[in-house]
């Protein structure tokens, strides 16, 4: 291990100078603890600083690696730096009052005791890992879900989280605690990524080989977060080697990628990372199984992150995605639509410590950017580009009793649509839109398990007239054995992504803003959870939740075929409990995961009084599924590791029609040898209909082989193992069904160097 | 743990075997027609289109449908014809059609029979035969306007007002703006609107109004039928698309009514031509 001690003496007036600050007879204790193979900074290491009476001061390092201890009365500590897996880093400190201790520490792998502390760590971190609707989500959580590939994906394990429900494996759309695809925000190092989801739903935009972690807020996230209103994806790449270079190379019937890291430059300051995937479902997994995917994506990914200086941190990140494909099968009724899209975004980053100032400052800028296109059966094509410019800065002050957070940004974006006409009463336009505002987020720390963390968000919409203030609150509280969490918040969507929810497999989406004068969709969240360690080794998790959605935009019921042309406003309410219970002994880890959920809307067309005696009518949306149940198992046996996932979701509503006739407007003399009318659907009420039930069964062994010069990983894998017909939708238009892919056998190959 | 994980696989399995799902449910309604009894018709037809499980487009083969009317008073029967037509978009749809004429004022039933003895009627009363009456005008400085009475009629569609002058004929279409009495109905004709309207059209064409002279004003409507009165009073489209709404056909859809054209026709008196800056006299 190495450590590397930077001391400065704080100036008192600017210590002085924020309030809170006023602890110019204490000391604080801060900085990066890395990795010292990699040079990558590790998250949730445990620092301690003890004083002779034995008294315990410590905290744990964020996601940077950052940590801090303040509030430390002048005197001699013992120093205590541990992290499961690495040999613990001791020392001793002089604290002198006034003065803040910049510590950097290097860790080291220490193997001989990785296999056991892994599982101890995991048993610690798992419940740890989930407050409030939030889920820290690690490339090991993602490696044990069977899948076609050997990384796993953050697709594949969210969509085997209880309260995510995923429709269909193609399309990419995923549906967060009731909440809609577009009403998600996608991070990547802080850049927005409107499509983070592949056209072949078992794979993100973001490759699993630079991913460092992702924080999946499924609701009642805090004030940093602002413009959707269900819930945040919040990843982040990880560094690249600054000791050495690395590669690797995998290959599977689905998809082939490689990454290579390494340093940039002599001085280990720098580092490069960059991952590319290239999907072969075309060549590949379809000639396995004689049956057509015409889907096609890949993704592109590179990083470059170094040290400026002792107090400085920088990154560079860019992304670029590209999907096409027909979602759904040619039934002989006509081709599926053609949809491709596009992701591209680029973005800087940049960590300051001041000296003088217990304080953490974070400056980011980014360019993201979206395209959308919808090529129909006649040819006619619809498009939707997005382009937004973000800054923003973030500052986390550091006191004795609280860390407060509070940060300012400003966007500027630009919505440009070809839609061939009105869609959804959206005109092809070309539009701008500012942004701006602040948030404040204290966050008091009372011990390890309990915190109360409020917050306020005031987001700006100048171009608009229009600012909103969401108010958030977050907490935990721990009793003994018993963790209880709680959230609740504010939330409003300003930007909308426009499509057509009637039908499954659209996923054409045009984003634009609120037309001036309407309301904009806005929700309330509360969540109220419990966690507490069981007998054998099992933890249970337990959380309930409530969202209630305003001025949802909601595509008009009308008995016209295919797509609706207007849209109407709704409002929405969604109940769920989320239950988790995990199972981690030294050589076996499996879970049960059981998602209660129900979605409902509510919408007042006039038009409908009479068909339905009323003019408003309430109905469960597409993505409504009440039952889900996710039951994976892990174990090494011989050498290998063998998991298998089966997943359970009950049918999800569809619109069952009644029959399907014509109308000709009976408005005088109306020659019926000579007026040709027009098709109808005579629909029920809105998704009157369940579909079957979904269950599909994967399986997958994989085996690891060390060489020389590189670790080769093989797996076998089985998706869909007994071949469920598992429907994907059921366009009531034309009764098209389609299916969701059938069992298809895949080996996956990985080397590592 | 294990066990219980093998549990939920294993009744999950069992509850979730089925995968098949029935996309339309059966309302038992067999058909959707659309038409009028026409009273001065040699010949009846109404469009009818089945009730389908599918969407698929109409194809150029028969129904099959057995259709009668009846006339309930006297109990006499017509037995309907089908026909395939196509249509100018090369559309197909089917009309049955049958040779008589409908009678003021009585009512028919139409039964739609399916093969499986599925049935869809709609019985219609043909209006009475109606007497227009003119009503006094309203007059003022530049303005004019006559009501006529459609005595005993129930309702009126497609009102139009012709104007035959000396400089060619003028026609308007009126909307369906009509006062409901219980005596029958009121149109009212908006006789110095259309008099600008008509100034205008000659203005650009460089006539000159004093030339204008005013023959014979002639108003059409078709006389319907009491039920044949879209909700609101409008027909919207994206109303009446609605299934249910303007409806009369039992065990079906779509809506039939009945009516006749008929025409009145005068000359105004000189002050109403006055009243609305009409020129009067000798040319």
């Not at chain 1, 973030?394 to 630009?414: C, E, K, Q, V």
Request: proline content about 5%; aromatic content about 10%.
């Amino acid at each position: 291990m190495r450590k590397a001690v930077y001391v400065r003496r704080a100036a008192l007036v600017l210590l002085c100078a924020f309030p809170g600050l006023a602890f110019a007879q204490r000391a604080m204790v801060r900085g990066f603890v890395t990795e010292i193979a990699t040079g990558e900074y590790l998250y949730g290491v445990n620092v301690a600083i003890i004083d002779a009476d034995g008294s315990v001061y410590g905290g744990a390092t964020n996601s940077d690696g950052f940590y801090v201890i303040s509030g430390l009365r002048p005197g001699r500590y013992r120093f205590q730096v541990s992290f499961v897996g690495y040999a613990t880093h001791s020392d001793s400190l002089t604290l002198a009052a006034g003065t803040i201790y910049d510590v950097d520490i290097a860790l080291e792998t220490e193997l001989h005791q990785l296999d056991a502390l892994i599982v101890e760590g995991e048993e610690e971190g798992s419940v740890a890992d989930l407050v409030a609707g939030m889920e820290r989500i690690e490339p090991a959580d993602m490696d044990r879900i069977p899948g076609p590939d050997v990384s796993g994906d953050l697709a594949a394990y969210l969509s085997v989280m209880p309260g995510v429900v995923v429709i269909g494996d193609q399309g990419g759309q995923f549906y967060v605690r009731g909440g809609e695809p577009t009403q998600n925000l996608a991070l990547l190092d802080g850049m927005v990524v409107y499509q983070p989801f592949h056209i072949l739903s078992y794979y993100s935009s973001f490759a699993p080989d630079m991913l460092r972690s992702v924080d999946l807020h499924a609701g009642g996230f805090d004030a940093r977060f602002g413009g959707r209103i269900s819930s945040v994806i919040d990843a982040w790449s990880r560094n690249g080697n600054n000791r050495r270079y690395a590669a690797s190379t995998q290959g599977s019937p689905f998809v082939v990628g490689a990454h290579m890291e390494g340093p940039v430059g002599t001085g280990q300051n720098f580092s490069f990372l960059a991952s590319v995937r290239q999907s072969v479902l075309e060549q590949g997994a379809s000639q396995f199984i004689a049956h057509d995917i015409p889907l096609a994506f890949n993704d592109i990914f590179a990083k470059v992150q170094g040290k400026t200086h002792r107090h400085g941190r920088i990154s560079f990140s860019a992304l670029t995605t590209s999907d096409r494909g027909r979602i759904g099968e040619d039934t002989g009724r006509g081709r599926p639509d053609q949809i491709r899209w596009t992701n591209d975004a680029v973005g800087a980053r940049y960590l300051f410590l001041p000296g003088y100032l217990p304080i953490l400052a974070e400056f980011m800028v980014s360019v993201s950017r979206h395209t959308n296109e919808l090529q129909d059966q006649d040819e006619s094509v619809r498009k939707s580009r997005t382009g937004r410019l973000n800054l923003e800065a973030n500052i986390t002050h550091y006191t004795p009793f609280t860390n407060i957070r509070w940060g300012l940004f400003a966007r500027s974006l630009a919505f440009t649509s070809d839609l061939g006409g009105l869609f959804q009463r959206f005109e092809s336009t070309k539009e701008y839109v500012t942004e701006a505002g602040f948030y404040l987020a204290p966050h008091f720390q009372r011990n390890e398990r309990t915190f109360l963390a409020p917050s306020l968000r005031v987001h700006n919409f100048p171009s608009k007239g229009a600012a909103y203030l969401e108010p958030r609150l977050r907490g935990q509280l721990g009793l003994g054995p018993h963790t209880f969490t709680g959230a609740a918040g504010l939330f409003h969507q300003e930007i909308v992504g426009i499509n057509d929810r009637r039908d499954a497999a659209s996923v054409f989406t045009a984003w634009a803003a609120t037309p001036t004068g309407q309301g904009v969709p806005q929700a309330l969240h509360l969540i109220a959870g419990y966690q507490r360690a069981l007998p054998w080794g099992v933890e249970m998790v337990a959380e309930a939740y409530y969202k209630g959605i305003k001025n949802l935009y909601l595509a008009e019921w009308t008995p016209r075929p295919r797509l609706s042309t207007t849209l109407q406003q709704g409002r929405g309410r969604v109940y769920g409990l989320d239950l988790r219970l995990d199972l981690r002994t030294p050589r076996l880890y499996g879970y049960i995961n059981y998602g209660l959920s129900t979605v409902r809307y509510t919408a007042t067309q006039p038009e409908l009084a009479t068909w339905f005696g009323s003019a408003t009518y309430s109905f469960r949306p597409a993505h409504d599924r009440r039952h889900q149940v996710s039951t994976l198992i892990t174990a090494d046996v011989a050498g290998m590791t063998a998991s298998v996932l089966w997943q359970f979701g009950s049918g999800r509503p569809f619109s069952r029609a009644l029959g399907y006739d014509g109308f000709l407007l009976m408005d005088g003399r109306v020659n019926v040898f000579e007026e040709p009318g027009e098709r109808r659907v005579i629909y029920e009420r809105p998704f009157n209909g369940v579909l079957p039930p979904y269950h599909r069964l994967d399986m997958s062994l994989e085996r690891s082989f060390s060489m020389e010069f590189a670790e080769v990983v093989v797996q076998l894998s089985v998706i869909n193992a007994y071949n469920r017909a598992n429907i994907f939708y059921l366009d009531i238009f034309t009764l098209q069904r389609a299916d969701q892919l059938p069992l298809i056998p895949s080996l996956g190959l990985k080397a590592s160097m | 743990m294990v066990r219980l994980g093998m549990a939920i696989i294993l009744s999950g399995v069992l509850l979730g075997c089925t995968d098949s799902v029935d996309p339309v449910i059966d309302s038992g309604r067999a058909y959707t027609l659309y038409g009028f009894l026409d009273a001065h018709a040699d010949t009846q037809a109404v469009r009818v289109f089945a009730i389908e499980g599918t969407l698929d487009l109409i194809r150029p083969a028969p129904l099959g449908a057995e259709a009668i009317s009846t006339e309930l008073e006297s109990g006499t029967q017509h037995q309907w014809q089908e026909t395939i037509v196509e249509f100018t978009n090369g559309r197909f749809g089917h009309v049955y059609w049958a040779t008589f004429r409908s009678a003021y004022g009585k009512t028919y039933r139409l039964e739609m029979t399916r093969s499986d003895d599925v049935q869809s009627s709609v019985e219609v009363t043909v209006p009475p035969v109606v007497d227009p009456i003119l009503l006094d005008p309203s007059l003022g400085i530049g303005y004019a306007i006559i009501p006529v009475l459609w005595q005993h009629a129930p309702r009126v569609h497609d009102i139009r007002v012709s104007y035959e002058t000396n400089m060619g004929t003028y026609d308007f279409e009126y909307p369906l703006d009509q006062e409901v009495r219980s005596d029958g109905v009121v149109v009212v004709i908006r006789f110095s609107r259309d008099a600008r309207e008509i100034f205008r059209d000659l203005h650009r064409a460089r006539r000159p109004v004093a030339d204008l002279r005013l023959h014979e004003v002639r108003l059409t409507v078709l006389i319907s039928s009491s039920a044949w009165v879209p909700p609101n009073g409008i027909y919207d489209p994206d109303l009446l698309i609605e299934p249910g709404v303007f409806s009369n056909v039992v065990n079906g859809f779509g809506f039939v009514g009945a009516g006749y054209d008929t025409l009145m026709a005068f000359d105004p008196a000189d002050s109403v031509k006055i009243a609305a800056g009409i020129p009067v006299g000798d040319n």
